[in-house]
């Protein structure tokens, strides 16, 4: 054993995996048994249940209903140590991952890093127009909306006040649309009776989406369905409409203006730095082209997945940002370190298995589409419920945000209304 | 109706509360079929249930699990209305209460404002030892409890490492004592397992009481009983150690240091600055002696309740700043306040029924004391669970709460263990 490569520690082979979103996760997972050093580093102590993110936005969940710690997680996993911290930059010469003021050295790198808000090069929007991707995201966008209705009843311009009571989400795919529908039942349903000077059930809530359809993903009858149903929950929905400024004062798009009090940003994603990282090229959303097998081409051993990559299908289609490319992907990458690890053949390049996709609008309307097989409506939105509380990392949260949403269906209230 | 004075609007009495605490919340409750205006005036959109703040601050249960709306809770009552807004003063000539550039007129007005952290007039101990009071206050504690642990694993010098595991708890009252056992779990069983480098069991848990016991109002052998039970969590307990200095570097008490990582401030509480507002005089700890029917002697129609009053028992003893005495004054108030406006006479003086106290250490001992009954250990646990569960504001929050509670009692987890 004395001759091993200096790179590995105790001849150990040291993979080192950056996030612990869904790929991250599942690469550790599939390396569980594997004779190799795992080291994760994320900047936050918890993994997120992303999907579900927009109900802690909205106030019908708490951030512990949809995060759990890393650390927990990986508990019995006896070759994985968790590091908190923010990584700042990749040497792939020396072979290590910049931390800060710490270098932690790898053989095997795995950048599961994800994707961050995008303006499209408007930054200046950013404060005006949030984006919905971390706790602290969500908590920060609860506040902005609980407050908007605290100040409107505070207000006695009418003109004001209206504004106060108008929000506009940016962006028609899943997290615009659930963000639209949960905002306009909460106004119309959570708040209706809760204030004494203004009527919440007056609220103003429009989607602005660039494309020609909402759900751009979904097929035609779907999205028709999605935008009916936000419709009938009282939001205004403009499709075709590019914004063209986010300010304080609200949202302009097509030379129209909508004076408004909240901006929810729901449009457009960036990867998170990884190019910059490796020094490698980026398509414009910032992501890295990989092979086959994931990895960076000409950088052996380092593999980029999730959002962060840009991974195309037979037909030169590029994989969606969506939960079940990265969960897959993370298996593969874990399933092939793995076989390396072990002096095996590569398995087969990797190719993903459509898990169909979902959406809701508010308490009673659903999407579902499993290509052949596609659903709306009532039993949609079931459906989208038992699967969501499903994939909870465990029973706890499961039986929680199971109670949160039976009582949230009976008695319309929001269970974490909190302005902190 | 055309000749009513001038601070009366449209000819009812306008009532005006601060704070939406457990006496404001009573107040206004006891008001709900008065023929008056009720306003009640809070910093916070959300009513807190206190006795359960250490339990956010230990991660075992969210912010929201033990907090509600005020507007939802008083949505029903008509007659009241609310007031996002903090209260600057109290214009006792002309009858009305500052917020900020706002001034809200009252006929009677009933100050409910509670108590904040006092340092003993060292305030710059408060960024090295922070108390908990509100929600963001336990949400910091959290973060840096769950932080030491992280930044431990993280250290490879061993003092600092030791320095970093080390709590120091400063008040032996009910929150110490609940601190002090929680996070001596936490560390040994709920975070034992968790990490690499470190072993949380070894993590050093010190409660320093100045005086000569625990639990100071409880009787001696309960007392004694908390003082065994927490030395059996591996809690070490300095009784008679006053504290003459808190720092970054950790807690100095009678010439002895301990190097302390996070330091938990359970010692000293002051009132809100109500005798600043009125410009009376107050006690040491600033709170206004209320005469026997809660008025402020010398300000007809303003009463002061909860921990902001000192109100003497007929032995003359200062009743505790618990919530059982603010919610009776409340009640007290809202229905004196209720006979006036309807030109009754005054009830007869206000006089606590003692509510007995509680208080736990850790999963499997409390203390109960009713006077006459007293209990100790694994019954006045459970009982204090009960009760607990009990009093929080709706069906909802008390099964999320047993799940909670359930779930850390079956598994040793901690529901909430996010670092935001």
Same mark, same amino acid.
């Given at each position: 054993?004395?001759?091993?490569?200096?790179?590995?520690?105790?001849?150990?082979?040291?993979?080192?995996?950056?996030?612990?979103?869904?790929?991250?996760?599942?690469?550790?997972?599939a390396?569980?048994?594997?004779?190799?050093?795992?080291?994760?580093?994320d900047?936050?102590?918890h993994?997120?249940?992303?999907?579900?993110?927009?109900?802690v936005a909205?106030?019908?969940?708490?951030?512990?209903?949809?995060?759990?710690p890393i650390?927990?997680i990986?508990r019995?996993?006896?070759?994985?140590?968790?590091?908190?911290?923010?990584?700042?930059?990749?040497?792939?010469?020396?072979r290590?991952?910049?931390?800060?003021?710490?270098?932690? +050295?790898?053989?095997?790198?795995v950048?599961?890093?994800?994707?961050?808000?995008?303006w499209f090069?408007?930054?200046?929007?950013?404060?005006?127009? +949030?984006?919905?991707?971390?706790?602290a995201?969500?908590?920060?966008?609860?506040?902005r909306?609980?407050?908007?209705?605290?100040?409107?009843?505070?207000?006695?311009? +009418?003109?004001?006040?209206?504004?106060?009571?108008?929000?506009v989400i940016?962006?028609?795919?899943?997290?615009?649309?659930?963000?639209?529908?949960s905002?306009?039942?909460?106004?119309?349903?959570?708040?209706?009776?809760?204030?004494?000077?203004?009527?919440?059930?007056?609220?103003?809530?429009?989607?602005?989406?660039?494309?020609?359809?909402?759900?751009?993903?979904?097929?035609?009858?779907?999205?028709?369905y999605a935008?009916?149903?936000?419709?009938?929950?009282?939001?205004?929905?403009?499709?075709?409409?590019?914004?063209t400024?986010?300010?304080?004062?609200?949202?302009?798009?097509?030379?129209?203006?909508i004076?408004a009090?909240?901006?929810?940003?729901?449009?457009g994603?960036?990867?998170?730095?990884?190019?910059?990282?490796?020094?490698?090229?980026?398509?414009?959303?910032?992501?890295?082209?990989?092979?086959?097998?994931?990895e960076?081409p000409?950088l052996?051993?380092?593999?980029?997945i999730?959002?962060?990559?840009?991974?195309?299908?037979?037909?030169g289609?590029?994989?969606?940002?969506v939960?079940p490319?990265?969960?897959?992907?993370?298996?593969?990458?874990?399933?092939?370190?793995?076989?390396?690890?072990?002096?095996?053949?590569?398995?087969g390049?990797?190719?993903y298995?459509?898990?169909?996709?979902?959406?809701?609008?508010?308490?009673?309307a659903?999407?579902?589409?499993?290509?052949?097989?596609?659903?709306?409506?009532?039993?949609?939105?079931?459906?989208?419920?038992i699967?969501?509380?499903?994939?909870?990392?465990?029973?706890?949260?499961?039986?929680?945000?199971?109670?949160?949403w039976?009582?949230?269906?009976?008695?319309?209230?929001?269970?974490?209304?909190?302005?902190?």
């Amino acid at each position: 054993m004395g001759d091993e490569p200096e790179t590995k520690l105790n001849g150990v082979l040291r993979v080192v995996i950056v996030g612990a979103g869904f790929g991250g996760l599942e690469t550790a997972a599939a390396l569980s048994r594997s004779p190799v050093n795992v080291t994760i580093i994320d900047r936050k102590n918890h993994h997120l249940f992303q999907p579900l993110l927009y109900q802690v936005a909205t106030a019908a969940l708490s951030p512990a209903d949809i995060a759990w710690p890393i650390r927990r997680i990986l508990r019995r996993q006896e070759n994985v140590q968790i590091l908190l911290g923010e990584v700042t930059g990749v040497d792939s010469d020396r072979r290590e991952v910049i931390v800060g003021e710490k270098r932690i +050295p790898f053989d095997t790198l795995v950048l599961a890093s994800g994707a961050t808000h995008s303006w499209f090069g408007h930054d200046e929007w950013a404060p005006h127009a +949030p984006g919905l991707k971390t706790i602290a995201d969500a908590v920060e966008m609860r506040r902005r909306i609980l407050m908007a209705f605290e100040n409107a009843e505070m207000e006695d311009n +009418p003109t004001e006040r209206d504004r106060l009571l108008t929000f506009v989400i940016v962006g028609g795919g899943p997290t615009g649309v659930e963000m639209a529908g949960s905002i306009a039942e909460l106004a119309r349903r959570a708040l209706a009776t809760d204030f004494r000077h203004i009527d919440p059930r007056r609220t103003r809530v429009t989607l602005v989406e660039a494309g020609p359809k909402l759900l751009p993903s979904f097929p035609e009858p779907l999205s028709d369905y999605a935008r009916l149903a936000l419709e009938k929950l009282g939001v205004e929905v403009r499709l075709g409409s590019a914004v063209t400024d986010c300010a304080a004062s609200g949202v302009s798009f097509d030379g129209a203006h909508i004076a408004a009090g909240t901006i929810v940003w729901a449009a457009g994603v960036a990867a998170s730095p990884v190019a910059t990282w490796l020094n490698v090229s980026a398509d414009r959303a910032g992501r890295i082209e990989v092979s086959p097998h994931l990895e960076v081409p000409g950088l052996a051993g380092v593999f980029v997945i999730g959002d962060a990559a840009l991974c195309k299908n037979d037909q030169g289609i590029a994989l969606p940002g969506v939960a079940p490319v990265a969960k897959q992907q993370g298996q593969f990458a874990g399933l092939l370190i793995d076989a390396r690890a072990r002096g095996r053949k590569d398995p087969g390049p990797f190719r993903y298995r459509d898990a169909g996709q979902l959406a809701t609008i508010g308490r009673r309307a659903g999407v579902v589409d499993f290509g052949r097989i596609r659903f709306k409506g009532w039993l949609a939105w079931w459906f989208w419920g038992i699967v969501h509380i499903f994939f909870l990392i465990n029973l706890r949260s499961r039986l929680i945000v199971a109670i949160h949403w039976l009582w949230s269906y009976l008695t319309f209230d929001r269970g974490a209304r909190l302005i902190t």
